[in-house]
Nanobody, 122 residues
């Protein structure tokens, strides 16, 4: 059974940084992808970034390019989302999801974590 558990949410000031973690379990190989998605109050869920675990290729939404970095520690089966230069509009519940595909234009996910909330104060 695939399980995804996010952690690292909280409150941060605009311009600050935060790192989210997604602990993944239940995969029998490294042939999967982890995606980060977010849903702000009153808005639809949107993709933020995704990472293919087997080859390390990553993709980002235009709104976070240059500010967010996705990475993985495969030994810990954990994917991180390092977020810098945070803006109030980054406030949302952040979800990690799997298993892919994760390509330039398709981020297909079937498994979802419960999400973690973080708020960026202005």
């Amino acid at each position: 059974e695939v399980q995804l558990v996010e952690s690292g949410g909280g409150l941060v000031q605009a311009g600050g940084s935060l790192r989210l973690s997604c602990a993944a379990s239940g995969f029998s190989s490294a042939d999967y992808a982890i995606g980060w998605f977010r849903q702000a109050p009153g808005k639809e869920r949107e993709g933020v970034s995704c990472l293919n675990i087997n080859d390390g290729s990553a993709y980002y939404a235009d709104s976070v390019k240059g500010r967010f970095t996705i990475s993985s520690d495969n030994a810990k089966s954990t994917v991180y989302l390092e977020m810098n230069s945070l803006k109030p509009e980054d406030t949302a519940v952040y979800y990690c999801a799997a298993p892919g595909p994760c390509t330039h234009d398709v981020w297909g996910m079937d498994y979802w974590g419960k999400g973690t909330l973080f708020t960026v104060s202005s």
